[in-house]
């Protein structure tokens, strides 16, 4: 079997307990089967590498937020995760989701750039702060801006 059980809810047990024996120390073994795990476990290791704060596992996660593949609920839920890592190596893969793209390049759903606005405030840098003011600014009317300027800091 390898590190992997197999059968229905194998990926999760296998990434449960990974990351139940080992904590922070498993944080390298646990980020890369993020995309192989069913999505209660994920759900489940997201949180605990944002209540670790794991900077380790920044890549991963950023790089599955931005996976369009994904699930929304699942990618909202890493993007939650970079804001609750609280480190400034997320600014880039979160203003990413954020910035409006242009018509062809395709802008994220609404839920997904307020997901990642709500993360830039959570890390508590002042370069996010400014980048999402100029996002406000730059930002035509609809329920994205009003979202945005109801955000704590940014009027």
Same mark, same amino acid.
């Given at each position: 079997?390898?590190?992997?059980?197999?059968?229905?809810?194998?990926?999760?047990?296998?990434?449960?307990?990974?990351?139940?024996?080992?904590?922070?120390?498993?944080?390298?073994?646990?980020?890369?089967?993020?995309?192989?795990?069913?999505?209660?476990?994920?759900?489940? #290791?997201?949180? =605990?590498?944002?209540?670790?704060?794991?900077?380790? *596992?920044? %890549? /991963?996660?950023? +790089? @599955?937020?931005?996976?369009?593949?994904?699930?929304?609920?699942?990618?909202?839920?890493?993007?939650?995760?970079?804001?609750?890592?609280?480190?400034?190596?997320?600014?880039?893969?979160?203003?990413?989701?954020?910035?409006?793209?242009?018509?062809?390049?395709?802008?994220?759903?609404?839920? #997904?750039?307020? =997901?990642?606005?709500?993360?830039?405030?959570?890390? *508590?840098? %002042? /370069?996010?702060? +400014? @980048?999402?003011?100029?996002?406000?600014?730059?930002?035509?009317?609809?329920?994205?801006?009003?979202?945005?300027?109801?955000?704590?800091?940014?009027?």
């Amino acid at each position: 079997r390898g590190d992997r059980e197999t059968g229905p809810g194998g990926g999760r047990v296998a990434m449960l307990a990974v990351w139940g024996g080992g904590g922070q120390a498993s944080e390298p073994s646990v980020s890369p089967r993020m995309k192989e795990t069913d999505p209660g476990a994920l759900e489940e #290791v997201l949180f =605990a590498l944002g209540q670790l704060k794991s900077v380790a *596992g920044l %890549p /991963a996660i950023a +790089e @599955f937020a931005q996976d369009r593949r994904a699930m929304e609920k699942l990618r909202i839920k890493a993007i939650e995760t970079l804001g609750a890592i609280r480190s400034p190596e997320a600014l880039a893969p979160l203003a990413e989701l954020v910035r409006r793209r242009g018509f062809f390049a395709g802008t994220e759903s609404t839920a #997904v750039r307020l =997901a990642g606005a709500r993360a830039l405030v959570d890390l *508590g840098v %002042p /370069a996010a702060t +400014e @980048f999402l003011k100029g996002v406000l600014e730059a930002e035509p009317r609809g329920e994205f801006r009003e979202a945005l300027a109801g955000l704590k800091g940014l009027t």
